[in-house]
């Protein structure tokens, strides 16, 4: 019944060593989102996907990619990890766009530790 | 630039207490929404107000949404350690269709 699933739930990476968190959804949902989430404070919207369309956010750093090769999945890239990028990573679906007052569906997140 | 604060922004009380989570802004939304996360998990919608001065129901809590569509409430009665988590208010970015703008958060505590 999982609908949005989000691997691993756990990621220890080195600093400045690519690491690469993975989305996969059965929503069958048009856009997919990756939010940054630190310790008990709002997600903040790194980029977004409306069907193929990628929409990055002015402040996300070029540290961070996204590929969405499918409907069903989408990847964050981040090239060279900091000790500042260690967070909460959550992916999030939604069916149609979001003015239309549309749920946004989580996935559990991947927390990324950086060493 | 549209902006939710919400308060407060921690909560800490005892079983069976009430309580109220806040959320304003001085835009208007066309709709906001509560999601709770949980710790270790992502947020889960509770709620959808669209309406200005809706108000739903959802077991032991209770969603307002202002008449000027500018804030939010959550009231929950006779809190529960179940209810524990990180509550979050969010509605659509009038400037940009496909983003959710959210709250600042409120972390609630429920001790037995």
């Known amino acids: 019944d999982a609908m949005v699933i989000q691997n691993p739930r756990y990621q220890v990476t080195q600093f400045g060593k690519p690491v690469t968190l993975s989305c996969s959804q059965t929503?069958?949902?048009?856009?997919m989102y990756w939010y940054q989430q630190k310790s008990s404070q709002a997600p903040k919207l790194l980029f977004h996907?409306?069907?193929?369309?990628?929409?990055n956010e002015a402040d996300t750093p070029d540290n961070f990619q996204s590929r969405r090769p499918n409907t069903s999945f989408c990847f964050l890239d981040i090239r060279s990890p900091g000790l500042g990028d260690a967070a909460m990573y959550l992916c999030a679906t939604s069916r149609v766009r979001t003015r239309w007052s549309e749920t946004q569906y989580f996935g559990p997140g991947t927390r990324l530790l950086v060493l | 630039t549209q902006l939710l604060e919400q308060s407060p922004q921690f909560l800490s009380i005892q079983e069976g207490e009430n309580l109220t989570v806040y959320c304003n802004s001085s835009s208007v939304f066309s709709s906001l929404q509560w999601y709770r996360q949980e710790p270790g998990e992502g947020p889960v919608l509770l709620v959808t107000v669209v309406t200005g001065g809706e108000v739903k129901k959802l077991k032991r809590l209770t969603f307002q949404f202002g008449d000027a569509r500018k804030d939010s409430s959550l009231h929950i009665t006779a809190a529960q350690p179940g209810d524990t988590g990180l509550y979050l208010c969010?509605?659509?970015?009038?400037?940009?269709?496909?983003?959710?703008?959210f709250g600042t958060g409120t972390r609630l505590q429920v001790f037995p």
């Open positions: 996907y409306y069907d193929k369309d990628f929409n």
């Open positions: 969010a509605g659509p970015d009038l400037y940009n269709t496909d983003k959710l703008i």
């Open positions: 929503l069958n949902h048009n856009v």
